[in-house]
């Protein structure tokens, strides 16, 4: 059964630009959910997606953005790409948000400059 | 304060060690997750737990509600343990789900 896939796998993009990820979680899994990671802040969490409806959201501004197509693929956008948004931004599926277990791609690094 | 936090945030042990890292928390969850992540980014869930304890090979996870507080060991340690172990607290609530993660623990185990 293949696993969580992300693309791309690194990213470099200049300010003021926007970036979209790719998320395709397990086949059958109908949740996605989004992360990022930065050495200061550790892991924080983005957004669920559930049959293509965003049931949760993290705190994070406007600029962060994401969608689900009805075969669960998932995308993210950040516009305006700020310096502090160089990251590691993962991504999750399962059956359900974290009532079962959870699995990860293997993330896409951001970088900003 | 975090609601999560995590302690030690570092941690060495030689191999065969038995290791154990703390996760407390500041409110009340419907469930705990912990998350073991290697060099290069790569998540992987542990277990999840609401109550009790479970074991999988030499990895033991206990959590104790009323003291908001979960533990997870390591027994008969080896370098491939060497990884981030990260937990995180699930709450439920009339606005959605809120996960929450602390800062993690960064476990090395020498040979």
């Known amino acids: 059964k293949a696993g969580v896939t992300q693309t791309p796998r690194y990213l470099i993009k200049t300010r003021g630009q926007q970036v979209t990820l790719s998320c395709s979680p397990i086949s059958g899994h109908r949740s996605v959910s989004w992360y990022q990671q930065t050495p200061g802040q550790g892991l924080q969490f983005l957004f669920e997606y559930f049959s293509e409806t965003q049931r949760n959201k993290g705190n994070f501004p406007g600029r962060f953005s994401g969608r689900q197509f009805s075969n669960s693929r998932s995308e993210m956008n950040v516009s305006t790409l700020e310096l502090g948004d160089s990251a590691l931004y993962l991504c999750?599926?399962?059956?359900?948000?974290?009532?079962?277990?959870?699995?990860f791609g293997q993330g896409t690094r951001l970088t900003v400059v | 304060k975090n609601e999560v936090e995590q302690s030690p945030q570092n941690l060495t042990a030689q191999e065969g060690e038995f290791i154990t890292i703390n996760c407390s928390y500041s409110v009340g969850i419907s469930a705990l997750h912990w998350l073991q992540q290697h060099p290069g980014g790569g998540i992987v869930s542990l277990f999840m737990?609401?109550?009790g304890k479970k074991k999988h090979g030499r990895l033991i996870a206990t959590i104790n509600i009323q003291e908001k507080h979960s533990s997870l060991h390591i027994t008969a340690s080896h370098p491939r343990d060497s990884a981030v172990y990260i937990c995180?607290?699930?709450?439920?609530?009339?606005?959605?789900?809120?996960?929450?993660f602390g800062g993690g623990t960064r476990v090395l185990v020498k040979p």
């Open positions: 995180a607290v699930l709450r439920r609530g009339a606005a959605g789900n809120k996960l929450t």
């Open positions: 999750a599926s399962s059956l359900g948000i974290w009532t079962a277990e959870a699995f």
């Open positions: 737990l609401s109550s």
